[in-house]
């Protein structure tokens, strides 16, 4: 590739990213149609977080960042579901968080692969859920009437199971499906470039 297709990537990419953001955004908003609009289904399968994941993913952590906390936000104000106080408002800070960190620390990998893929998912979706949380108390308050251990827990890990297990087996046959279309590549590090660099 020359220096001009290089210079015509470049200004595509940005227009490509947008483009893509604005569908994962759709996604966000339709996939919960899915679940029947259940809120009960809605909390263990997750739906609108795999589109975040994958746009942080795909076109890094700055629009993962903007679709995550966008995406729970609006779908309250069009559809009602989840209401906005507090379930939308401690949605946009915990999607948030998944599409910033699993696009930084992704894009960060020297090497990408399922590895480095896997590793930047399960940090994305711990940290994602600690904010989950924190914001739960600055929404609700501590004690017997406000957000207790025992709601984090179901909310963050035991009714969301379901979500988690459909999330680390989708997203990475989706990026797999996609490196084969070459809009998402990945790189492996392969044991003759490790020997030359180490001679």
Request: charged fraction near 15%.
């Amino acid at each position: 590739m020359n220096k001009t297709d290089n210079t015509v990537e470049k200004r595509r990419k940005p227009v490509l990213d947008l483009t893509l953001s604005a569908m994962f955004l759709a996604a966000g908003l339709l996939l919960p149609f899915l679940t029947g609009q259940i809120k009960q289904i809605g909390n263990m399968l997750l739906p609108m977080h795999i589109p975040v994941i994958l746009c942080g993913l795909i076109c890094g952590w700055k629009y993962g960042l903007g679709v995550g906390f966008v995406t729970p936000l609006l779908r309250s104000l069009i559809f009602t579901r989840p209401a906005m106080y507090p379930d939308a408002i401690a949605m946009a800070f915990e999607l948030a968080t998944y599409g910033l960190v699993v696009g930084l620390l992704y894009t960060r990998s020297r090497w990408k692969c399922i590895i480095s893929l896997y590793r930047s998912m399960i940090a994305a979706m711990i940290a994602g859920r600690i904010v989950w949380g924190v914001a739960e108390i600055f929404l609700l308050g501590l004690g017997e009437n406000g957000f207790t251990w025992e709601m984090f827990m179901a909310g963050a890990f035991l009714k969301a199971f379901p979500g988690i297990i459909l999330q680390l087996v989708f997203i990475p046959a989706m990026m797999l499906v996609l490196n084969k279309t070459g809009l998402v590549k990945f790189s492996k590090h392969h044991k003759k470039h490790a020997e030359s660099s180490e001679s």
